[in-house]
């Protein structure tokens, strides 16, 4: 429901990121699929109350980099189930209202690909430059000094052929080349497919990486690295200055190419589809590329700011106001704080963070993008690096979905053991045990949501800070009709913050809500809330 008709359904969706293999197992064999999903969607549409689910690849894939690594981008994986499966969820999708948002994987496909088979095969098969192929630096070895995100050199030696292949990932993941029409046709013809079968968009990998220096110019080596997190990808990353392997002005071009398609079927089936692309944390100013002047480029960035910044007022804030000054006109934000990709907020910041984190993220200015199991609080499940089936343990951000009380958690029928063990602690933090718990993470995600849905200032108001300092973080969202205060108390200390003006608590982080308002506002630590300023 959008309370401003102006705005598109993506500016006031909340976004869901289902991770197939972990969300919810209908066929018993311990791996979560398609028809797993539909028979959640009454949870995601009704109890939770999202609008739109973003589905991780269930592509068919060797599953080296668990789906990512593609080996038909037309087809269903037989571990997530059948054509016909995905039919039935969007169909059941759409008739709850929610839309459906699938991973499009235009950088790379799996070695186990046909196009790869064939262009790796010689040096004058037709498909050759559908990859990136080049010759041994002069000396002999790499011809650039580009790192993978998986660690090494991100190239590859093919003894038949006597060059070198680009795989930014895995070895088993070769680059494809954007640079040759012939694959920008078929990789945008592969777009036309998923949107024919009723797509409401996509959230595209790695943009980022696109558009390559078309001689492969090494990258400036750095000898500090910048980043103070703990990342579980690019091990290498931050010894070079990442200029040439990615980021080169043609990626616009590409982008812009992924619009057109979409406009296209939005104008054709009456129905407005989205692109949203993952893009790596960068300068600001380099992100106009992804969206274009014109509004001719990706609708919403996948905005890693928050997930790698200082959980601080500080950062926080300079993390919001960079974002909301370098979207170019026609562009919306967009938050996120957790993926399949990193470690899970708990387990990063610690539980305490977990409730000032949610209502951060359901009342920025810009859509906010949920991985499945964030709404409950989860942290990572350690399996131990013996149990890792990725070799960069991003597993343990990708535990089964704990829907029960019961053993295996309901993830799948009951006594089939899943492909990784289920949270211990069942008993309190499944959706059913939080469902029963007034003042549970769960419930306050919901009570954010259905506010944010009512709350027009919230959906599309405008942004401001007010205090960024002593622990807290308070911010306006306003229109021209209403003013909301949201106030989040970061720190250990306990705080008191004067309000501009009396106003009604809508809700606080323990849940609470409705209570009228004095002048000062008491915020124990780690503790949030979300006022409504009485009209001037
Ligand atoms: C993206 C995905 C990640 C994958 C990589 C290669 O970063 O989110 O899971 O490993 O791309 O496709």
């Not at 969706?13 to 398609?34: C, K, N, Q, T």
């Not at 068919?60 to 054509?83: E, L, N």
């Amino acid at each position: 429901m959008a309370v401003n008709a102006a705005q598109e359904w993506w500016q006031t969706a909340v976004i869901y990121e289902v991770y197939p293999r972990s969300f919810a197992d209908a066929s018993g064999d311990g791996i979560g699929d398609l028809a797993g999903v539909t028979s959640k969607l009454d949870y995601l549409a009704n109890t939770l109350g999202v609008d739109a689910i973003w589905l991780c690849p269930f592509y068919p894939s060797p599953q080296v980099d668990f789906g990512y690594d593609v080996s038909d981008f037309t087809a269903v994986d037989p571990v997530f189930g059948t054509f016909g499966d995905f039919g039935t969820l969007v169909r059941e999708a759409h008739g709850r209202g929610l839309r459906v948002i699938i991973d499009y994987i235009p950088n790379h496909s799996s070695d186990q690909h046909p196009w790869f088979t064939g262009s790796r095969s010689s040096l004058d098969h037709p498909k050759r430059d559908w990859y990136v192929w080049a010759d041994p630096a002069p000396g002999g070895g790499p011809p650039s000094n580009w790192t993978s995100e998986m660690g090494g050199s991100a190239w590859q030696f093919d003894a038949a052929t006597g060059q070198y292949y680009l795989r930014s990932f895995h070895p088993e993941q070769p680059d494809l080349n954007w640079r040759s029409a012939a694959l920008r046709q078929a990789m945008l013809g592969v777009l036309e497919f998923w949107l024919g079968h009723g797509a409401d968009g996509i959230r595209i990998d790695v943009a980022h990486m696109l558009a390559k220096h078309p001689e492969f110019a090494d990258n400036p080596v750095r000898e500090q690295p910048l980043r103070n997190f703990t990342d579980r990808q690019h091990p290498d990353f931050d010894r070079q200055e990442h200029l040439n392997d990615r980021l080169q002005p043609e990626v616009h071009e590409y982008l812009a190419m992924m619009r057109r398609v979409l406009d296209d079927w939005s104008a054709r089936s009456g129905r407005k589809r989205v692109a949203m692309a993952e893009v790596e944390v960068m300068p600001w100013d380099r992100w106009s590329r992804f969206f274009g002047r014109r509004d001719d480029g990706v609708h919403l960035p996948f905005n890693f700011r928050l997930i790698e910044a200082d959980w601080s007022p500080q950062a926080l804030a300079a993390s919001v106001e960079g974002q909301e000054a370098a979207l170019p006109l026609g562009a919306w934000p967009n938050y996120v704080l957790q993926n399949h990709d990193r470690a899970r907020l708990a387990t990063r910041l610690g539980l305490r963070h977990v409730r000032n984190a949610a209502m951060l993220l359901l009342t920025l200015r810009g859509t906010p993008t949920l991985y499945y199991g964030e709404e409950l609080g989860l942290a990572d499940l350690p399996v131990g690096q013996e149990r890792w089936l990725d070799p960069l343990g991003r597993d343990e951000s990708r535990a089964p979905m704990p829907w029960t009380s019961e053993p295996g958690g309901g993830f799948g029928p009951l006594g089939v053991s899943s492909w990784l063990p289920p949270y211990p602690d069942l008993a309190t933090v499944s959706v059913a045990a939080q469902l029963r718990d007034p003042g549970s993470v769960l419930n306050l995600y919901r009570g954010l949501i259905t506010m944010r849905r009512s709350t027009p200032a919230l959906l599309g108001g405008r942004y401001e800070t007010v205090k960024a300092e002593d622990g807290c973080l308070c911010y306006l969202r306003s229109t021209d009709e209403q003013e909301v205060l949201v106030a989040l108390n970061l720190g250990a200390e306990s705080a008191s913050i004067e309000l501009p003006r009396p106003g009604r608590l809508l809700l606080d982080t323990s849940c609470h809500r409705r209570q009228a308002q004095r002048k000062r506002l008491d915020l124990p630590r780690y503790s949030g809330a979300i006022i409504e300023l009485d009209p001037n």
